[in-house]
């Protein structure tokens, strides 16, 4: 299922304007992505492995960092800036990976089980396929999940 909004997707530059614009939204939500050392954001982003959703005016609407194997494409951050969710960003962003890499068997990702987020998966086409234990000092669950691209395991 794809969404009808309406924006571009811009492979982020490192040591971009842009770049600092992605870095600083991940920073804001490091509490449920995690913390990325800004080292690690331009050398994803050298690798044409970061995505922004630009709106037609040019406005930041989100980013997706990724990596991909040879089997499947691994989302490491899903952010949409907080004043733009809602509007079909997320699912546009995984859509877009989707039809790039239509190649790979799925697109999987990791996400605590305890953020709340164990509806909204399901709705970007994502399955649940089991829980493992992160690294956290506390030890909280991930909830691995996975959306088929329709090709065989």
Known sequence: MTTDLVCNCVEVAPDSELLARV???GDRHKKTIGML??????????????WAAVDPADDFLGYVLFRDTVHDVKVVHLVVDTQK??????????????KKFRGSAALVLKCRTDYGL?????????QRIGDIPGRSNDGHLLTIWRRSNGHPD
């Open 23 to 25: 870095i600083a939204l």
């Open 37 to 50: 050392p800004h080292a690690a954001f331009r050398e994803y982003a050298s690798q044409g492995r970061v």
């Open 85 to 98: 969710q809602h509007g079909g960003v997320a699912r546009w962003l995984i859509d877009q990976l989707a």
């Open 118 to 126: 164990n509806d909204f998966w399901p709705r970007l086409g994502f």
